[in-house]
């Protein structure tokens, strides 16, 4: 028979285990409150222990990662739509080394590279707003437009749309990922956008939730766990690809150094959104700790404790 462990003894363990996920000591009195708030009024004994090592750290025992770089595309970098022309003023190439140092040196078991791919007549060109095939709303119609606005239309889908310069038209300069960008061999390519009247800011999905892409799925076939995002606009497209990552379940950061925003406004809204989703805000330091799996961010393990919580005391 083996040793029956005390109260203390599991704790201790759990503990342990905990401390050797995160490589900052101050964060060892947030571990331990974790701990009481997981148990709660209830007892650490054999169930208790392993719903917490099921739930909390069988995730990193096992962990699997995947790399999005999402629309590193020209028209965002120097061309129609470039981010350096928004309020924020950041330079998408002061980024490009990030990006390439995560897709060089540090090792992910998955790599995904995701493209605005739109017709030339797509609803979010501000040009083509008055297409005879679609129809604004009469607040829209009666008004005039700029680069920027948000509208409404109605037909032939009905959608919230803002109004952007032409921009990643299929096949063309601007589309293409780039030339600075690296690329590695084995990775997949994502491509959205390419419906004429749904918009697409997210990887995973269009704007209105009618059409999946094959994200999800790639990352599920492949056991992925955890989703390490950078790109262009940090504010818009990678902010959605990882609001959605984390609404999937995965496990999900944001490389700061190697995304670029177009809104000062947009992007606080984006951390404070982040915040709230348990998606973790990195640097180039943790990206290399997570890939080597030799520590994680706090906010992962807030989000599984959580989780955890609720599977314990019968909470959604």
């Known amino acids: 028979m083996g040793v029956v462990q005390n109260e203390h003894e599991i704790r201790e363990?759990?503990?342990?285990?905990?401390?050797?996920?995160?490589?900052?000591?101050?964060?060892?009195?947030?571990?331990?409150?974790m701990l009481d708030d997981f148990i709660e009024n209830k007892?650490?004994?054999?169930d208790t222990q392993e719903l917490f090592t099921r739930v909390v750290l069988k995730p990193f025992k096992t962990l699997r990662t995947a790399l999005l770089v999402v629309d590193f595309q020209n028209d965002f970098v120097s061309g129609s739509l470039s981010i350096k022309e928004g309020d924020a003023e950041q330079d998408p190439l002061e980024a490009l080394p990030h990006v390439n140092n995560l897709l060089q040196n540090l090792n992910w078991n998955v790599i995904v590279y995701s493209q605005d791919w739109?017709?030339?007549?797509?609803?979010?060109?501000?040009?083509?707003?008055?297409?005879?095939?679609?129809e604004l709303a009469p607040e829209d119609k009666s008004r005039k437009?700029?680069?920027?606005?948000?509208?409404r239309f109605v037909k032939p889908v009905s959608t919230i749309q803002v109004l952007y310069p032409s921009h990643c038209i299929q096949g063309g300069w601007g589309s293409q990922l780039h030339l600075g960008l690296q690329r590695v061999e084995g990775?997949?390519?994502?491509?959205?956008?390419?419906?004429?009247?749904?918009?697409?800011?997210?990887a995973f999905s269009d704007n209105c939730g009618i059409k999946q892409s094959e994200l999800e799925m790639l990352l599920r076939k492949n056991d992925i766990n955890a989703v390490i995002g950078c790109g262009l606009a940090y504010d818009i497209c990678v902010m959605h690809t990882l609001k959605d990552a984390s609404k999937h379940g995965f496990l999900t950061c944001i490389v700061k150094s190697g995304s670029k925003g177009l809104s000062s406004l947009k992007m606080d809204e984006a951390n404070k959104m982040f915040q709230k989703r348990g998606v973790a805000i990195i640097d180039d330091e943790m990206a290399q700790l997570i890939s080597r799996r030799e520590a994680f961010p706090i906010e992962w393990i807030r989000l599984l404790v959580h989780q955890a919580h609720n599977e314990l005391h019968g909470k959604k």
């Open 43 to 46: 007892t650490w004994n054999e």
């Open 118 to 134: 739109h017709p030339s007549n797509h609803i979010s060109f501000f040009e083509h707003a008055r297409n005879p095939d679609r």
């Open 187 to 202: 990775a997949h390519y994502i491509k959205k956008g390419a419906d004429v009247y749904v918009d697409a800011y997210s």
């Open 145 to 151: 437009l700029r680069p920027f606005d948000i509208v």
């Open 13 to 33: 363990e759990l503990k342990n285990e905990l401390t050797s996920l995160v490589n900052e000591v101050d964060l060892i009195p947030e571990l331990d409150r």
